[in-house]
């Protein structure tokens, strides 16, 4: 399980270049993609190369234990970051793992433990949330079942809701400080930190692109800003 550069290419490991340097197999989220990182470090892509993501996860998962009891190893990445987290790779871990085949995950970069750092919110714990659900009602009680919590918080979202999120998660849990990251890594590359509430009032109206990591502070009186509702 090999993580990628979630934007900067230049973010791969050595150790990640020599993997897929030496694997047999390579399963990758999506192809074109990954042929780009290949093509930035020179490495040769391996004779069995195939796409394995959410859509083909039962049928890509098969073809990979086929290829692992042929004694062949297989190295498998995702878009950008490290496999499983909030992208595909999990089932195939189980499966792996219950048959007795070793896993070996290489660290790298994770859009998670970028935006936490890069918040300036504590990091000695913290409660990573992934996608929260698409619906009101369902993304209300999301957010309820942190609302005590003291750890800070760590969501992923779509540039096209998360206005919304914001504007929800003031309601839920108080106009709490929080950092909105932006594009991490990349050119164009913008971290928002501040309340809840200037938060929703600078994503109102604005076209946001690519990848949203958001960081929210645990239920703690010196992070929120009392008497300032987001609603």
């Given at each position: 399980?090999?993580?990628?550069?979630?934007?900067?290419?230049?973010?791969?490991?050595f150790?990640?270049?020599?993997?897929f340097?030496r694997a047999?197999?390579l399963?990758c989220?999506d192809?074109?993609?990954t042929?780009?990182?290949?093509s930035?470090?020179?490495?040769p892509v391996p004779?069995?190369f195939?796409?394995?993501?959410?859509y083909?996860e039962e049928a890509a998962?098969?073809?990979?234990?086929?290829?692992?009891?042929q004694?062949?190893?297989?190295?498998?990445c995702?878009d950008?970051g490290?496999?499983?987290?909030?992208?595909p790779?999990?089932r195939?871990?189980?499966?792996a793992?219950?048959?007795g085949f070793?896993?070996?995950a290489i660290?790298g970069?994770?859009?998670v433990?970028?935006?936490?750092v890069?918040s300036?919110?504590p990091?000695?714990s913290?409660?990573f949330?992934?996608?929260?659900?698409k619906?009101g009602?369902?993304?209300?009680?999301?957010?309820e079942?942190?609302?005590d919590s003291?750890?800070?918080l760590?969501?992923f979202?779509s540039?096209k809701?998360?206005?919304v999120f914001?504007e929800?998660?003031?309601?839920v849990?108080?106009?709490?400080?929080?950092?909105?990251?932006?594009e991490?890594?990349?050119l164009?590359?913008?971290?928002?930190?501040?309340y809840?509430?200037?938060?929703?009032?600078?994503s109102t109206?604005?076209?946001?692109?690519?990848?949203v990591?958001?960081v929210i502070?645990?239920?703690?009186?010196?992070?929120?800003?009392p008497?300032?509702?987001?609603?």
């Amino acid at each position: 399980m090999v993580a990628t550069p979630i934007g900067n290419l230049e973010d791969l490991t050595f150790r990640a270049v020599q993997i897929f340097s030496r694997a047999d197999v390579l399963a990758c989220e999506d192809t074109r993609l990954t042929r780009k990182i290949f093509s930035r470090y020179q490495v040769p892509v391996p004779k069995i190369f195939f796409s394995y993501h959410e859509y083909n996860e039962e049928a890509a998962g098969q073809k990979i234990l086929r290829l692992l009891e042929q004694g062949k190893t297989v190295a498998l990445c995702t878009d950008a970051g490290t496999p499983t987290v909030s992208d595909p790779g999990y089932r195939i871990v189980v499966s792996a793992i219950e048959r007795g085949f070793p896993v070996e995950a290489i660290p790298g970069p994770s859009a998670v433990t970028t935006a936490l750092v890069a918040s300036g919110l504590p990091t000695s714990s913290f409660t990573f949330k992934g996608f929260p659900p698409k619906k009101g009602g369902p993304r209300q009680k999301f957010l309820e079942m942190e609302k005590d919590s003291p750890h800070t918080l760590v969501f992923f979202e779509s540039p096209k809701r998360v206005a919304v999120f914001l504007e929800e998660a003031g309601a839920v849990l108080g106009n709490r400080l929080a950092c909105l990251c932006l594009e991490m890594t990349k050119l164009h590359q913008e971290i928002v930190r501040g309340y809840l509430k200037e938060l929703v009032e600078w994503s109102t109206g604005r076209e946001i692109k690519g990848e949203v990591t958001l960081v929210i502070s645990g239920n703690n009186p010196k992070f929120e800003k009392p008497g300032n509702d987001c609603l």
